[in-house]
């Protein structure tokens, strides 16, 4: 299994700011997967970052809002840049089991609130 | 129509039943995954399934894979097990998770 920590847990911030938010693993894994939960709805995948690649968005989502840093096998960064208050939603990383066996592990969530 | 659909959307039980949760999905899947999601956010891996059966404590997960189905069962609940509980289908085509809306649980001693 991975156990996965992010930071942080959960910030209150302005419009109009960024919020880094970070994902460490406490082993190493290939792929990392950024989604978001707005309220009331389901996880909806942003991007999946793999180490020595550009991240690759889903659709909706793009680099300039969600920029994402995956300097390293063990370490994520996604920013929330330009936040409005549609932005207010929990966002989580997740990592693929190295041994490619469909096995996902999730971080704890980071809650955003915009105002 | 969600390519993974749960039902029920809300369920509430009394302490000590058996409790079944449901996932039927639409497209051709290598694993489906139930993850609970308590009301800090935190989501929690129960189990992977790509088939038949398996079991953890007071959990058990099912798979039918020429139905496309997929259950969860809890027998015994207990207030704790108080959550949202999701499954996501890992589609084989893409390999990305599809999720459905999720099933809030109400477990009331």
């Known amino acids: 299994s991975a156990v996965i920590s992010q930071k942080p847990s959960r910030d209150i911030c302005q419009r109009g700011t960024s919020l880094t938010i970070q994902c460490q693993v406490d082993?190493?894994?290939?792929?990392m997967f950024w989604y978001r939960q707005q309220p009331g709805q389901s996880l909806t995948l942003i991007a999946t970052a793999n180490q020595g690649s550009e991240a690759t968005y889903e659709s909706g989502f793009v680099i300039d809002k969600f920029p994402i840093s995956r300097p390293n096998l063990t370490f994520s960064t996604l920013t929330v840049s330009n936040m409005s208050p549609e932005d207010s939603s929990i966002y989580l990383c997740?990592?693929?089991?190295?041994?490619?066996?469909?096995?996902?592990?999730f971080g704890p969530g980071t809650r955003l609130t915009v105002t | 129509k969600n390519e993974v659909e749960q039902s029920p959307q809300n369920l509430t039980a009394q302490e000590g039943e058996f409790i079944t949760i449901n996932c039927s999905y639409s497209?051709?899947?290598?694993?489906l995954h139930w993850l609970q999601q308590h009301p800090g956010g935190g989501i929690v891996s129960l189990f992977m399934l790509s088939s038949g059966k398996k079991k953890h404590g007071r959990l058990i997960a099912t798979i039918n894979i020429q139905e496309k189905h997929s259950s969860l069962h809890i027998t015994a609940s207990h207030p704790r097990d108080s959550a949202v509980y999701i499954c996501?289908?890992?589609?084989?085509?893409?390999?990305?998770?599809?999720f459905g809306t999720g099933t809030l649980l109400a477990v009331q001693p």
């Open positions: 497209v051709g899947i290598s694993a």
């Open positions: 996501a289908a890992l589609g084989g085509a893409t390999n990305k998770l599809i």
């Open positions: 082993s190493q894994v290939t792929m």
């Open positions: 997740s990592v693929e089991s190295r041994d490619s066996s469909y096995e996902q592990y």
